[in-house]
């Protein structure tokens, strides 16, 4: 079974407008983390966001957001006032466990194409 | 305050050649990861390291493949005998110790690096 699942392999967006990517994940560890990274076509990774399976509130960083659903074990990226340069590919990761540092799990990916 | 580094950012090698690909975590991590991106894929993990440790390596290949982070210099990843199937994007991730039982935003956080990209002709 897939650990992390994004649906939406291709997403366009109207430049300033708001856009949410689909991340839904799978695990019977109450102690997880779930991870945003941005791969522009350049090709390096960039870490976006981080939300803990404890936290009580929602990450933000700046125009990122994410709606952490945990009953429906979605965690979905909001990217607020979409730019051109946030066209890339997206991916949502999970880190499971609380027994030290543990390797990712990521999904296939969204690529998002920002249209002026 | 440098990020991860890798290199070489691109590699070419014949069938039958040996790749070789490094990775410096930041400053202040001891904790490495290697990942492989096929085309069009997500990443896929392949081992996780500590200095002079390997701590995971279940999803590295059991064979021609191999991984080691000294306890001065690099992190390597070495290839043998290179295959077209093994023509991918290689990543190095980096995070510092984690501290258990505390969930202190960022120490569980993995830094990748710009990535190797390995061609196999």
């Known amino acids: 079974a897939q650990k992390i699942t994004q649906t939406q392999p291709g997403m366009f967006v109207q430049e300033k407008e708001a856009v949410t990517l689909d991340c839904t994940y799978d695990?019977?560890?109450?102690?997880?983390?779930l991870f945003w990274y941005k791969q522009p076509s350049s090709g390096e990774m960039i870490f976006l966001i981080y939300?803990?399976?404890?936290?009580?509130q929602n990450a933000t960083e700046g125009r990122y957001s994410l709606n952490f659903q945990k009953a429906r074990k979605s965690a979905n990226l909001v990217i607020s006032a979409s730019q051109l340069g946030d066209s890339a590919m997206y991916f949502c990761?999970?880190?499971?466990?609380?027994?030290?540092?543990?390797?990712?799990?990521f999904g296939k990916g969204t690529r998002l194409s920002v249209i002026a | 305050n440098a990020g991860v580094m890798q290199n070489p950012r691109h590699l070419v090698r014949r069938r039958g050649q040996e790749a070789r690909l490094r990775c410096s975590p930041m400053?202040?991590?001891?904790?490495v990861y290697w990942y492989r991106q096929l085309p069009e894929e997500g990443l896929k993990f392949m081992v996780y390291?500590?200095?002079?440790?390997?701590?995971?390596e279940s999803g590295m290949p059991k064979e021609r493949f191999s991984a080691e982070f000294p306890k001065e210099g690099p992190s390597i990843l070495r290839i043998q005998q290179v295959v077209r199937g093994d023509s991918a994007a290689y990543f190095c991730?980096?995070?510092?110790?984690?501290?258990?039982?505390?969930?202190?935003?960022?120490?569980?956080?993995?830094?990748f690096g710009p990535g190797t990209r390995l061609t196999v002709l």
């Open positions: 939300q803990g399976s404890y936290d009580q």
């Open positions: 400053k202040g991590h001891s904790h």
């Open positions: 991730a980096s995070s510092p110790q984690f501290q258990r039982g505390k969930f202190i935003r960022g120490t569980d956080t993995q830094y």
């Open positions: 990761a999970m880190r499971e466990g609380n027994s030290g540092n543990t390797p990712l799990v």
């Open positions: 390291l500590q200095k002079e440790n390997i701590i995971d």
């Open positions: 695990t019977s560890d109450p102690s997880y983390g």
